[in-house]
C-alpha cells in the first residue's frame, strides 16, 4: 500500500509539474487576446480618421449599438475572414445597420492609411447583398498613442512579430454610451448571436462572452498564425482529474474498512 501512495504522489507530482508548465505558458499566451472588460467603458477620447480624411473623437461616432472590429487591413491571418465574416452577418441579421445598430471597424496598425481602408470596405462590400448597409459599417484608422488608448480599454492584447501583429480574433459589443457589454470571439456569427447581442446592448445589459473555455483548450501557433488545439494541456488536466478521482475514492475506501474492521 506504501508503494501505492509513493508512486501515485510521484504522479500527481509530475501531472502538476505539467500542469504549472502549461499554465505558466498559458498566462504568456494570454498576453494576446481579449482581456475581458465587461461593465468597463471604452475609452471615447480617442481621434480616429473617417473615410472622408476627417479627425473626430469616437465619442462622436458612437451613438447606438455597436460592433466595434479591430484589424489591421494587411493583415495575412484571420482579420480577411474577420470582416467577411462581419459582412455575412450584416446580410443576415434582421437588424438595419445604420439604424438599429453599426459597425466600426479601426485598423490597430498606426502606419496604415485610410485609403487602404476604403479600399478593404468596398471588397466587402461589393459582394453583399445589402450594399446600402456600407451606410452603417464605418471604417477608420488612428495614431500610435490614441490605438492604445482604446486597446487597453477595451482588453484588446496584441503583439508585433516579425513584423506581423499576433491578435485575438473577434468583435466587441458596446453600448451606445461605450459600455463593454460583450465579447464575441472567432470569425463566424450567428444571426441570433449579432442580434440578440445587439439588444442586449441597446438596454446596457452585459452579457457571458461564449468560447472562454477555447483559451484554455488552444494555443498560439506563432508560425502558423493561428490558435491550434492543445493536446498536451488537456490531456494534462484530464489525467490529473481522475488520479485525484482514484486518490479520493482509495482514501474514502479505507477509511471505511478501517471502520468495518474496527466493528
Known amino acids: 500500500m506504501s508503494q501505492f501512495k509513493l508512486l501515485l504522489t510521484l504522479l500527481l507530482f509530475l501531472i502538476s509539474f505539467e500542469l504549472y508548465s502549461q499554465t505558466s505558458l498559458f498566462n504568456q499566451q494570454m498576453q494576446v487576446g481579449f482581456e475581458e472588460k465587461q461593465g468597463k467603458y471604452a475609452d471615447l477620447t480617442v481621434k480616429m480618421v473617417n473615410e472622408a480624411g476627417d479627425t473626430v473623437l469616437l465619442k462622436d461616432v458612437i451613438n447606438k449599438p455597436t460592433i466595434l472590429n479591430l484589424v489591421y487591413y494587411q493583415c495575412p491571418g484571420t482579420c480577411s ?5 462581419v459582412s455575412k452577418f450584416i446580410d443576415d441579421v434582421d437588424l438595419q445597420p445604420g439604424k438599429d445598430y453599426q459597425v466600426i471597424t479601426i485598423s490597430f496598425d498606426p502606419s496604415e492609411k485610410i485609403d487602404l481602408g476604403i479600399k478593404k470596405k468596398a471588397s466587402y462590400i461589393s459582394t453583399m447583398k445589402k450594399k ?15 490605438i492604445a488608448k482604446l486597446t487597453q480599454s477595451v482588453g484588446f492584447n496584441y503583439k508585433l512579430i516579425n513584423n506581423q501583429f499576433v491578435h485575438p480574433t473577434g468583435l466587441i459589443a458596446l453600448a451606445s454610451d461605450g459600455k463593454i457589454v460583450r465579447y464575441l470571439r472567432g470569425i463566424d456569427f450567428l444571426p441570433f448571436d449579432i442580434k440578440i447581442t445587439m ?19 488552444y494555443s498560439y501557433d506563432d508560425q502558423g498564425n493561428k490558435f491550434v488545439f492543445n493536446v498536451t494541456r488537456v490531456s494534462a488536466i484530464v489525467i490529473l482529474f481522475f488520479v485525484i478521482l482514484i486518490f479520493l475514492v482509495l482514501a474514502f475506501s479505507r477509511v471505511i474498512f478501517k471502520k468495518t474492521a474496527s466493528k
Do not use: H, Q, Y
Open 81 to 85: 475572414p474577420l470582416m467577411w465574416g
Open 199 to 217: 439588444v442586449e446592448a441597446a438596454k446596457g445589459k452585459i452579457g457571458p462572452s461564449i468560447n472562454r473555455l477555447l483559451a484554455i483548450c
Open 132 to 146: 446600402e448597409s456600407s451606410t452603417g459599417w464605418l471604417f477608420f484608422v488612428s495614431d500610435s498613442i490614441n
